[in-house]
């Protein structure tokens, strides 16, 4: 559970931005297992801590 714990502070650091976005699909990338899918059930928060921009620019490279 290390990378759901790196998942858990990269969400408490506000706003969020495309590099969190990045980050999150990073982590999400290396988590396996059950770790993995908790993650995932994770970006819904992530997406709606977006602005409508960075939401538009994280969708066009295929973060969200």
């Not at 999400?28 to 819904?44: C, H, Q, R, T, V």
Request: proline share 3%; with cysteine.
């Amino acid at each position: 559970m290390k990378v759901l714990l790196q998942v858990n502070k990269l969400l408490e650091q506000t706003p969020y931005t495309i590099q969190t976005c990045r980050e999150f699909a990073q982590l999400e990338a290396k988590a396996k297992g059950a770790e993995a899918d908790i993650i995932a059930s994770l970006l819904p928060a992530l997406i709606a801590g977006l602005d409508q921009q960075t939401h538009m620019q994280a969708f066009n490279e295929g973060l969200v």
